[in-house]
């Protein structure tokens, strides 16, 4: 008979946790301010809740859908601690905004179970969220005082000591999700007000590559003037065509400037060594007219003539 009982306790379902509180934002909690709930999206509840889900079949983790009948809003939850005054429930200030609910408006707690997120986009409402270097390790520490995700609302996370406001625009495998324990894709969209920077498209004006070309500089020029030889010779100079120029030709040609011409068969990963033949120079003829050692030579001390 006993054991009969038991078998039938056991396949008969649970009942299920549905409960209306009054909600408070944190602010209003007895004591010192509680930072910690600000910073994640689970809620604090009386001790009696926590007595009823132990005599149910509770699944773990305790997750909660938030209801409002005044305003048909709708949000999910974790819980952090059961230790609120009975009767009352506080929530961060992020979900009561979500909610549009008011200090000691009346909700609906509803315990059930959601299935684990596998992607989730989320849009700063801020382009100030564009000047964090890392936003997805941002925003994966910040997600750790989650439980669960719902399409559709505006969460708050903090970082350095600011507050960025993100919109919740799409989960999946559905538009309520679990996040505990759970290997997340995460995306994010443009900021609200963003503009990509406009590029402005080249003009093709049917211009060649000469065109691109910058021009010969003008004016002093580096390295410009006529070279001297150590020896005090001249240097012989000539001209393409081999006839030797005369003073003024000389000056004009080094004056001028040549530009040098691109390689258009360029290959990328191909090097060419492009060398140019330097024409011979006859070799001068060095007239000898000094002769070494050819002086006399001198005795310091006189010969001593032999009689």
Partial sequence: M??????LHDIMPSRVFKTAYRAYSVS??????????EKGGKIIMPP?????LTRQRVVYPMLFKLKSDSTKRETHCGVLE??????KIYLPNWMMRN?????????????????VATFSK??????????????????????RHFACLTTGDMISIIYNSKVYELCVLETKPGPAVSIIECDMNVDFAAPVGYKEPE????????MSVDAYIPPEPAGFQAFAGAGQRLDGKKKKEESVNGETPNSQTTSQQRGAYTRGIPDYDYQP????????????QEKEEVVEDFKYFSGAGRSLREAKSRK
């Fill in 28 to 37: 209003m909690l007895p004591g010192n301010e509680r930072t910690d709930v």
């Fill in 82 to 87: 059961f230790v609120a005054d009975e009767g």
């Fill in 48 to 52: 009696s809740a926590l007595e009823q």
């Fill in 99 to 115: 909610l549009l609910l008011e200090e000691a408006s009346l909700i609906t707690a509803e315990c059930l179970s959601l299935p």
């Fill in 269 to 280: 990963g191909v090097i060419r060594f492009m060398r140019h033949a330097k024409p011979q």
């Fill in 122 to 143: 989320f849009q700063p409402q801020s382009e100030d969220f564009l000047d964090i270097s890392n936003p997805k390790a941002v925003l994966e520490n910040a997600l």
């Fill in 2 to 7: 006993f054991g009969g009982f038991n078998m």
């Fill in 199 to 206: 590029v402005e498209p080249k003009k093709d004006d049917g």
